[in-house]
Each structure stands twice: as structure tokens, then as C-alpha cells.
Nanobody, 117 residues
Framework: VQLQASGGGLVQPGDSLRLSCAASGRTLSTYIMGWFRQAPGKEREFVASIRSSGMTYYSDSVKGRFTISRDNAKNTGYLQMNSLKPEDTAVYYC????????????WGQGTLVTVSS
């Protein structure tokens, strides 16, 4: 399975971005899909996840601003990021894990999001 993350870029505070995570090699409709991020000098942290049921989870730092979704027909996951802040600057990674979702089995290469005025 390969995951290809895309959609990062340089934006100003308050702007929006949508990240995509395209999967190939296997249908991930039964997998949990997640987004993580790693800011310079910091450890990787959880951002959001979505189960095959559609149940979503968010970190407190992005709740209310970010929305995770998936399109199983396209084997693609998304992260809609609104009201971006400078502290959202990081490399964003998508990941997927098989049931019972105790770990993420596959990781994408990361896409850089920079929020700066």
C-alpha cells in the first residue's frame, strides 16, 4: 500500500487548505485513516482520524477548525483546514491502519504546510 499526501503550501493566517491522501495498492475502505503532523523541533503529533464507520476524532488544537473526511470510491482521505494559525505550520502525514486500529500500518511521505504572514 502506498499513500500519497498532497495539498500543502504556504498560506497566510486565517486561510484554508485541503490536504489529500491518495491510497494505492489496496482498498482502504475498512481502514482507519489519520493525519499527523510534525513541526520543526517537535515530535510528531496526532491531528485527526476517521474510522471506516465515519466516526471522527480530533486533537484539541484543531477541533472546530479542521475536518477529516474520506471518499472510499476514490480511496482517498482529506483534511480540510480552516482558520489556519502559524502554530499549524508542520509537515503533515497521512496514515492508515487495519482493524482493530491499534496502530497505523502505512504512512505517506508528508506534505509541508506553512502558515505565515
Amino acid at each position: 500500500v502506498q499513500l500519497q499526501a498532497s495539498g500543502g503550501g504556504l498560506v497566510q493566517p486565517g486561510d484554508s487548505l485541503r490536504l489529500s491522501c491518495a491510497a494505492s495498492g489496496r482498498t482502504l475502505s475498512t481502514y482507519i485513516m489519520g493525519w499527523f503532523r510534525q513541526a520543526p523541533g517537535k515530535e510528531r503529533e496526532f491531528v485527526a482520524s476517521i474510522r471506516s464507520s465515519g466516526m471522527t476524532y480530533y486533537s484539541d488544537s484543531v477541533k472546530g477548525r479542521f475536518t477529516i473526511s474520506r471518499d472510499n470510491a476514490k480511496n482517498t482521505g482529506y483534511l480540510q483546514m480552516n482558520s489556519l494559525k502559524p502554530e499549524d505550520t508542520a509537515v503533515y502525514y497521512c496514515a492508515a491502519g487495519a482493524f482493530p486500529y491499534v496502530k497505523y500500518d502505512y504512512w505517506g511521505q508528508g506534505t509541508l504546510v506553512t502558515v505565515s504572514s
